[in-house]
Nanobody, 114 residues
Framework: QVQLVESGGGLVQAGGSLRLSCATS????????LGWYRQAPGKKRELVAE???????NYADSVRGRFTISRDSAKDTLYLQMNSLKAEDTAVYYC????????WGQGTQVTVSS
């Protein structure tokens, strides 16, 4: 059974930082890609950042330069370091990994107060 479990969300003031983690139940390199999405109230789910098996990284324009995606193969864990957070970053953040299909975590709430 494939599982993705996010953690690290919370409440932070604008300008602050958070690091999200996504623990996977399989070898992290089997997912292609593995990434972070977010969904704000009343909005569609959108890509935040993703990383391919080969290490190619893609960021949404809105987070480029502020967020960093990384992975730890020893822990089979994906991370999202979020700096200079803004109120508009408030959303539920989801981890997604693609095998033969997409697998999603349960989400973790990030709230940025202005």
């Amino acid at each position: 059974q494939v599982q993705l479990v996010e953690s690290g969300g919370g409440l932070v003031q604008a300008g602050g930082s958070l690091r999200l983690s996504c623990a996977t139940s399989r070898n992290i390199f089997t997912f292609d890609p593995l990434g972070w999405y977010r969904q704000a109230p009343g909005k569609k789910r959108e890509l935040v950042a993703e990383i391919s098996t080969r290490g190619t990284i893609n960021y949404a324009d809105s987070v480029r330069g502020r967020f960093t995606i990384s992975r730890d193969s020893a822990k089979d864990t994906l991370y999202l370091q979020m700096n200079s957070l803004k109120a508009e970053d408030t959303a539920v953040y989801y981890c997604m990994g693609r095998l033969s299909r997409e697998y999603w975590g349960q989400g973790t709430q990030v709230t940025v107060s202005s």
